[in-house]
T-cell receptor, first 110, second 112 residues
Framework: LAKTTQPISMDSYEGQEVNITCSHN???????ITWYQQFPSQGPRFIIQ???TKVTNEVASLFIPADRKSSTLSLPRVSLSDTAVYYC???????????FGTGTRLLVSP | EAQVTQNPRYLITVTGKKLTVTCSQN?????MSWYRQDPGLGLRQIYY???????DKGDVPEGYKVSRKEKRNFPLILESPSPNQTSLYFC???????????FGPGTRLTVL
């Protein structure tokens, strides 16, 4: 599985757009990029997944450049409830071993 | 309601006393997995199962056993718990071929 690197923490304010970048230099051809969100004392929750270019759903957008060596999770107009840890994972669809790493701790302040 | 359930949610036990943490899903998922989460180490996979009677080791399987006799259940067994197994445990499930895993609420285990 490709190793991923994310910032340890980020701070933001309510209403701002937050972009969390994940580096995955060794991404393989068949690998997808998946993001999860985890609130304290809860299990992670799937947010979004993509292979290339841009993917958008009701929660976030995922931007993937042509070389796919990085990806950016974009959260529009964050609120206090977006305070959580965000994990970037890279691997083939349905890969058996999910390697979560330590994620990015996002703190949203009023 | 589609969900993954775990029991118990909290457990305090003593070294060497065998215990089982149950996990059940009602979404007809083929794939199930166990993770442990420790401060500073993120989530690490213990065991996973691609289908009934098919299990395989994750990254930290030592000291744990699992079984998958039914599609909906995937219990985690600690034959002889030790203090280093004190952790927050999560069970997850998904359709085979999907990266969208559904996680249970977690089981906080303390081994004294």
């Amino acid at each position: 599985l490709a190793k991923t690197t994310q910032p340890i923490s980020m701070d933001s304010y309510e209403g701002q757009e937050v972009n969390i970048t994940c580096s995955h230099n060794n991404i393989a051809t068949n690998d997808y990029i998946t993001w999860y969100q985890q609130f304290p004392s809860q299990g992670p929750r799937f947010i979004i997944q993509g292979y290339k270019t841009k993917v958008t759903n009701e929660v976030a957008s995922l931007f993937i450049p042509a070389d796919r060596k990085s990806s950016t999770l974009s959260l529009p107009r964050v609120s206090l409830s977006d305070t959580a840890v965000y994990y970037c994972l890279v691997g083939e669809t349905g890969f058996q071993k999910l390697v979560f790493g330590t994620g990015t701790r996002l703190l949203v302040s009023p | 309601e589609a969900q993954v359930t775990q029991n118990p949610r909290y457990l305090i036990t003593v070294t060497g006393k065998k215990l089982t943490v149950t996990c059940s899903q009602n979404m007809n998922h083929e794939y199930m997995s166990w993770y442990r989460q420790d401060p500073g180490l993120g989530l690490r996979q213990i065991y996973y199962s691609m289908n009934v009677e098919v299990t395989d080791k994750g990254d930290v399987p030592e000291g744990y056993k699992v079984s998958r006799k039914e599609k909906r259940n995937f219990p985690l067994i600690l034959e002889s718990p030790s203090p280093n197994q004190t952790s927050l445990y999560f069970c997850a499930s998904s359709f085979r071929g999907s990266n969208e895993q559904f996680f249970g609420p977690g089981t906080r285990l303390t081994v004294l």
